[in-house]
């Protein structure tokens, strides 16, 4: 890679992206989802970063395998270093969504397997971050208590 073009892609958001996010996502918890049929066809960590990616850029499922398959910084904030190394199909993601989906249906009184990831994620970068979570800003708080309060009054819902 030309160092000029290396230089722009480390100053990127991909390199921030595979060590904050996509080195921290712990696959085990995912194990329940594949306990019956065995390892998945493709790694829980990429398909997880892409779930993240697709939501932080806006993406549909087209565009995000799309840019999978073609976008370099994509491939490199998922720990893929050479474009066209994996094939990611829609089924693969449909399956993913769908495991995850009956998993919460049949287990309800345990955590979201995504969104326990996320806060997992949010706390390694708090840390990473010197960010403290015990203080909580008053005007959100306050925020929320009076969305709340209007709703409850309000004549439209």
Not at 5 to 13: A, D, R, V
Not at 40 to 53: A, D, K, Q, R
Not at 130 to 149: L, V
């Amino acid at each position: 890679m030309d160092s000029r073009i290396k230089t722009e892609l480390e100053k990127s958001w991909a390199p921030i992206f595979y060590k904050y996010v996509f080195c921290n996502i712990d696959e085990k918890p995912f194990s329940v989802l594949y306990s019956d049929t065995g390892r998945p066809n493709f790694p829980v960590n990429i398909l997880l970063s892409l779930e993240y990616i697709k939501h932080l850029k806006n993406y549909s499922d087209d565009e995000l395998i799309e840019n999978f398959n073609f976008n370099y910084l994509i491939n490199y904030a998922v720990g893929i270093r050479t474009l066209g190394g994996m094939n990611l199909s829609e089924k693969t993601l449909y399956d993913f969504r769908a495991r995850i989906y009956q998993y919460l249906i049949k287990h309800p009184e345990q955590e979201d397997l995504i969104f326990g990831q996320f806060l997992n994620l949010t706390r390694i970068f708090a840390k990473e971050a010197g960010i403290s979570m015990k203080e909580q800003r008053m005007d959100s708080t306050m925020f929320m208590s009076n969305i709340k309060k209007s709703r409850k009054n309000c004549s439209c819902l």
